[in-house]
């Protein structure tokens, strides 16, 4: 059996839309970043529970109208990788899929 892996939120975080552009303030590094509205999607959605991919594809799928086909996924994980690397999102259970 292989275990899931969830992503969740590494600290709370504040993040808003200023002049349409979402920005992330991480209180423990001081560091600001923009973000895109599908990484600004994930981090609300990761702000209420730790999830697998799988059901952030789902959910992400449902509340836009997308297709939760493959190339959303690929998006998803994707957007997983960098606000794992920018140290924003933070995976536990598993490998991650990349």
Do not use: K
């Given at each position: 059996?292989?275990?899931?892996?969830?992503?969740?939120?590494s600290?709370?975080?504040?993040?808003?839309a200023?002049?349409?552009?979402?920005?992330?303030?991480?209180?423990?590094?001081?560091?600001?970043?923009?973000?895109?509205?599908?990484?600004?999607?994930?981090?609300?959605?990761?702000?209420?529970?730790?999830?697998?991919?799988?059901?952030?594809?789902?959910?992400?799928?449902?509340?836009?109208?997308?297709?939760?086909?493959?190339?959303?996924?690929?998006?998803?994980?994707?957007?997983?990788?960098?606000?794992?690397?920018?140290?924003?999102?933070?995976?536990?259970?598993?490998?991650?899929?990349?």
């Amino acid at each position: 059996m292989n275990p899931v892996t969830l992503f969740h939120l590494s600290e709370p975080l504040a993040w808003r839309a200023l002049d349409g552009t979402w920005v992330v303030y991480q209180a423990r590094t001081g560091a600001m970043y923009p973000l895109d509205t599908l990484a600004a999607t994930v981090l609300t959605l990761l702000e209420s529970a730790p999830l697998p991919t799988a059901e952030l594809v789902s959910q992400m799928a449902s509340e836009s109208g997308l297709l939760a086909d493959s190339v959303l996924a690929d998006s998803i994980q994707d957007t997983l990788a960098q606000l794992c690397q920018l140290g924003l999102v933070a995976a536990v259970g598993g490998p991650p899929a990349w």
